[in-house]
């Protein structure tokens, strides 16, 4: 009855994490369009709903923590909670940079086209691509394809350097844009920054089947 009644709360508990990965991801989506359409009425939205991902965060970490402390899990089931505990994390965190992003679209004071910076719009593209596969790889417990996708942050952090060196042609040629350009590189920081937690996702999806992370076996 015991284990019946612990498989119901592992249950639930994805199903949580389900809704808090649909929601970090819509929130990706919508700074985006925000951005593209200048948008600052959806920028403002994107920035107010942020709080809706901190508290599904805290509630996951709660029932995780209940777990562990009631349940005592052992084994592969603690290392399913211990995954949730750390996949919440970086979850609230491009939730964070998805904001971070909303706020400087409402910030620009300088006419801008989301196309200026050549890059841009593909190192959002590939953002939003991996976060949505790193979220899927998690749910379904895809090991191989957790693997796969951690690959493709290279891809993010090489438009990251091709951004960069887009800022730095826009300056010489344009120095009147500065603010908007500074603006830029910061965005597609945010950028590379979800890249990165989405990589996290996918590592720890990889311990949560196999019990190693980073090549190291923890559990």
Request: aromatic share 6%; with cysteine; proline share 1%.
């Amino acid at each position: 009855m015991a284990r019946v009644k612990f498989e119901a709360s592992l249950e639930q508990l994805n199903t949580e994490l389900i809704k808090m990965g649909a929601v970090v991801e819509q929130a990706i989506n919508s700074a985006i369009d925000a951005l593209k359409s200048k948008n600052i009425a959806l920028a403002r939205e994107v920035t107010e709903k942020d709080r809706i991902i901190d508290d599904m965060e805290k509630d996951i970490e709660a029932k995780c923590l209940s777990l562990i402390l009631k349940q005592q899990p052992v084994a592969r089931d603690l290392r399913v909670v211990s995954t949730a505990l750390k996949v919440v994390t970086d979850m609230e965190r491009i939730g964070d940079h998805a904001s971070d992003i909303a706020e400087l679209v409402i910030s620009f004071n300088d006419e801008y086209s989301y196309n200026v910076i050549e890059h841009i719009p593909s190192m959002a593209e590939a953002a939003v691509s991996m976060v949505q596969e790193a979220v899927a790889a998690f749910v379904d417990r895809d090991v191989k394809r957790a693997a796969d996708i951690r690959k493709k942050d290279d891809k993010i952090d090489e438009l990251f350097e091709k951004v960069k060196l887009d800022i730095i042609n826009l300056l010489l040629h344009s120095p009147e844009k500065s603010n908007m350009s500074i603006n830029f590189l910061m965005i597609a920081k945010y950028f590379e920054r979800i890249g990165d937690h989405a990589e996290n996702i996918c590592e720890w999806t990889e311990f949560s089947e196999t019990g190693d992370y980073k090549n190291n076996r923890l559990l």
